[in-house]
């Protein structure tokens, strides 16, 4: 039987995303395929940290499902951009936090 999720839209912005994080030098895992409400990416990034992305079209808005795993995985580090824009400066602000946190 076929895995639910592989019927799941792509967001537009997904594929754009993973080349700006490849050529970042991030590890990227693509979890779109998981279900459940699951995030699209797991990013291992250069400076140490994992983060879950949550990829999301220009209007895109979060299914019952995955408004039901982000609130059970509601400690874990994740972000929902609409753009390659928002990745970004949302990556920036963690890496400065990341950086400061551990002097």
Known sequence: MRNPAAKRRLALTQPEMVR???EG???VQNLS???GGCPD???GCPWGELVLVECKSPG???TPDQKLW???WHHLPRCM???VVE???WLEKRKARYVEARG
């Open 87 to 89: 990745l970004r400066a």
């Open 25 to 27: 030098h991030f590890n």
């Open 41 to 43: 990416l797991l990013i």
């Open 60 to 62: 895109g808005k979060l």
């Open 33 to 35: 395929r998981v279900g």
């Open 81 to 83: 951009p609409k753009s």
């Open 70 to 72: 982000h609130s059970r």
């Open 20 to 22: 700006f994080l490849m």
